[in-house]
């Protein structure tokens, strides 16, 4: 089966609303990390997070290894949220080598 | 600003034919990556390389080879190209230590007809 998976695929919001993204893992990890995939290809790291909780402007990341999940929230979302957000694990430190999910496809309607 | 660049961007190769997808980075970092993604999935690893001259194989090589000939090339061949091997790829740069994330290029559109 599948090692990490994502949920929900697709998300359709009202700007301003909130987003939690989940995804759940099935193997041992060293890391959890949260990318954003804008329309149209190219990737960029939103957060590193091995356990624990982050913080970045609007976005938040929460890791509970014991419990196999992790979590992206998304607070008052724009238009420019709009696009596909990737969740992947690492699971030996320091390689590099990830396990991807096949994402949440995230609509932000003005 | 760290950058890895992609090319071509797209391509349309013939069964059968040979692809090289060619990847720069201009990050100095020691670790490479190829990734294939196929519409509506995540991202999966091909091949990469921790340092020059070395490539090693990731979770689904079969049909590919790699080349890293210098810290800052890394190129993706597909000796012979199918139809299974349509998909966007990725190239990717990550400076060695723990904590640190992958930078992404642009992508590289491959149809095989």
């Known amino acids: 089966g599948q090692q990490v998976q994502q949920s929900p695929a697709s998300l359709v919001l009202q700007e301003g609303e909130n987003a939690e993204l989940q995804c759940n893992f099935s193997t041992s990890l060293n890391s959890m990390q949260w990318f954003y995939q804008r329309p149209g290809g190219s990737l960029v790291s939103l957060f590193y997070?091995?356990?624990g909780t982050k913080h970045s402007g609007r976005l938040t990341s929460t890791t509970v290894i014991k419990e196999r999940r992790s979590s992206l929230h998304i607070s008052s979302s724009q238009t420019t949220d709009s696009g596909t957000y990737l969740c992947?694990?690492?699971?030996?430190?320091?390689?590099?080598?990830?396990?991807f999910g096949d994402g949440t496809v995230l609509t932000v309607k003005p | 600003e760290a950058a890895v660049t992609q090319s071509p961007r797209s391509k349309v190769a013939v069964t059968g034919g040979k692809v090289t997808l060619s990847c720069h980075q201009t990050n100095n970092h020691d670790y490479m990556y190829w990734y294939r993604q196929d519409t509506g999935h995540g991202l999966r690893l091909i091949h990469y390389?921790?340092?020059?001259?070395?490539?090693e194989k990731g979770d689904i090589p079969d049909g590919y080879k790699a080349s890293r000939p210098s810290q800052e090339n890394f190129s993706l061949i597909l000796e012979l190209a199918s139809l299974s091997q349509t998909a966007v790829y990725f190239c990717?740069?990550?400076?060695?230590?723990?904590?640190?994330?992958?930078?992404f290029g642009e992508g590289s559109r491959l149809i095989v007809v």
């Open positions: 992947a694990l690492e699971r030996r430190s320091n390689t590099g080598k990830l396990t």
């Open positions: 997070n091995p356990s």
């Open positions: 990717a740069s990550k400076d060695r230590g723990t904590g640190n994330t992958l930078y």
């Open positions: 390389s921790y340092v020059a001259d070395s490539t």
